[in-house]
């Protein structure tokens, strides 16, 4: 059966929150958040848009909040007469409160929708905005990535390391190992006791290379190695040539004779 909407609700009572009767609502297990007179129709999902059937019930529209840990949200109708909770709905996940006019607003239950006519235009529009806040999932916030800024890496002079370039080491990972340094005044290589096996054969064998060699004691020429260069080999002469070769033969047999 189809119903045409009217706002006009006569003298019908208008309380608001807190002339609630704690009977009804208890305040240390509800929260309140919107009170509005309106009416209750209802519809069915296949019927049209404008097919709104009356309940029968009015009276204060209420929506609110459990205290308790599960924390649901909820409309309930209360009675002008008797001051009772003539209808309660909890809303489920998902839930969607939708405009239809500015005085008319709808939602689907399990079985059927629901709508709810308002008396009041200002009324059902801040009804509708705590209903709207309270109940829109909410995406998680999103925090905003750090921004680096790029530095510019201090050039090279002549291809030559800047010392800005070289890194310094990290903080607490530095560790001296062992120590190795040259002795000028007895032109011998001086070395810590916890030094490798490895770089104390190396340092042996360059020792003995330098005493092979004798090598001056200018600690600059340690570093050069042995280099046998080979004797240049004689220039050869120019291969004579043969009328000169015959001429020398001839002269030698004439001397013969």
């Not at 009572?13 to 929260?31: D, E, G, V, Y």
């Not at 129709?41 to 529209?61: I, T």
């Not at 709810?116 to 999103?142: K, N, Y």
Request: net charge positive; charged share 20%.
């Amino acid at each position: 059966m189809s119903h045409h909407y009217t706002t006009g609700f006569g003298r019908e009572s208008r309380r608001t929150s807190i002339n609630l009767h704690h009977s009804c609502l208890p305040p240390q297990a509800n929260h309140v958040y919107a009170v509005a007179t309106a009416r209750i129709y209802h519809s069915q999902f296949s019927s049209k848009s404008d097919d709104w059937a009356y309940s029968g019930l009015r009276g204060l529209l209420v929506f609110g909040q459990d205290k308790d840990a599960g924390g649901e949200h909820w409309f309930r109708l209360i009675d002008d007469i008797s001051d009772r909770v003539i209808w309660l709905f909890r809303l489920p996940a998902g839930f969607v409160y939708e405009l239809d006019k500015p005085f008319f607003y709808t939602f689907s239950g399990l079985s059927r929708k629901f709508g709810f006519l308002f008396g009041d235009d200002e009324e059902a529009a801040r009804f509708g905005q705590q209903v709207t806040l309270r109940t829109a999932p909410r995406s998680p916030p999103v925090s905003p990535k750090p921004t680096r800024k790029a530095k510019r890496s201090p050039s090279s002079k002549n291809g030559q390391l800047s010392p800005a370039i070289v890194a310094s080491p990290m903080a607490n990972t530095f560790a001296h190992v062992s120590h190795v340094g040259m002795n000028v005044a007895s032109g011998t290589i001086e070395h810590s006791q916890d030094l490798s096996p490895e770089w104390s054969r190396v340092l042996a064998d360059f020792t003995n290379h330098r005493e092979d060699t004798s090598y001056d004691s200018q600690p600059e020429m340690y570093s050069k190695s042995t280099t046998h260069i080979a004797p240049p080999a004689p220039k050869l002469g120019k291969k004579p040539s043969l009328s000169i070769w015959r001429m020398r033969r001839i002269r030698s047999t004439q001397q013969a004779a």
